[in-house]
């Protein structure tokens, strides 16, 4: 399935997005923004990005990292696995954060007044830097009355550091994290989930821990993919779509 592009409107000038949509429409279709991981739009957002299309999503994926001097789309994998990484961690960090939030609430407006799209159905996903970017859009999408109808957040990096805003994000929810990820220790991933649950009080919030599995599990790369817990977060994620934005999966 081939996406094609599609111009975010922002506060500061047109963002380029690329868009998957389902085939043989018939009717307004549930939508997700997705959220890039910090190797930007690679191979394997592509991949994640028409596989939910293939549930019946429309899916918009902006390109964050268009905003950098010179612009990025993507990093390739590396034969150097630290310094691919390297590369990944300096490019999140030449992006403001706040822009790219603004970003990513830009494109759920964009998303929502698609023509294809149920604008009631619209939520927010993300991958390791997109997974904390998305729980942050997400709070700040409710504190501005429009919240998206639901949030998925695989392994979200930053959310050590968002859980003050844990309170603004009520809406349903699907997160999951590795037991065994060095990147957000396993006594963090704890905290995050006592937050995010208040403290198992949010039923419609989903917590989803994968035994054994590493941050960035859900890549494909040799250096981060644990395949059963790709497999099971996969899974989850479909159910869970199906359930909160009538994907047609259950």
Do not use: K
């Not at 592009?5 to 923004?33: F, K, M, N, Y």
């Not at 429309?58 to 990025?72: E, G, K, S, T």
């Not at 790709?230 to 994620?237: D, G």
């Amino acid at each position: 399935m081939s996406a094609t592009r599609l111009s975010i409107p922002t506060d500061a000038g047109d963002l380029p997005g690329l868009l998957w949509l389902p085939e043989d429409l018939e009717q307004p279709v549930p939508a997700l923004v997705v959220l890039q991981e910090i190797f930007g739009l690679s191979d394997h957002m592509h991949q994640r990005c028409a596989d939910l299309a293939a549930l019946g999503c429309a899916v918009l994926a902006p390109q964050l990292f268009a905003r950098l001097d010179p612009p990025v789309v993507a990093i390739d994998d590396d034969e150097d696995f630290d310094w691919w990484l390297a590369e990944g961690m300096e490019l999140t960090q030449a992006l403001p954060w706040e822009r790219a939030e603004a970003d990513a609430i830009a494109a759920l407006g964009a998303l929502r007044a698609h023509g294809a799209v149920d604008e009631s159905r619209v939520g927010l996903a993300g991958f390791c830097y997109g997974g904390g970017l998305a729980f942050a859009a997400t709070a700040s999408a409710a504190e501005e009355g429009r919240p998206p109808a639901a949030l998925i957040s695989y392994y979200g990096s930053a959310l050590p550091t968002l859980l003050d805003r844990a309170d603004a994000v009520t809406v349903p929810s699907l997160h999951h994290f590795g037991t065994a990820d060095s990147f957000v220790p396993l006594d963090q991933v704890e905290q995050i989930r006592a937050a995010v649950t208040a403290d198992g009080e949010r039923e419609q919030v989903r917590f989803q821990l994968h035994e054994g599995a590493g941050h960035a599990f859900d890549n494909p790369h040799p250096g981060l993919h644990h395949a059963a817990a790709a497999e099971a977060a996969w899974e989850q994620t479909q159910q869970f779509l199906a359930q909160t934005l009538a994907t047609g999966r259950s």
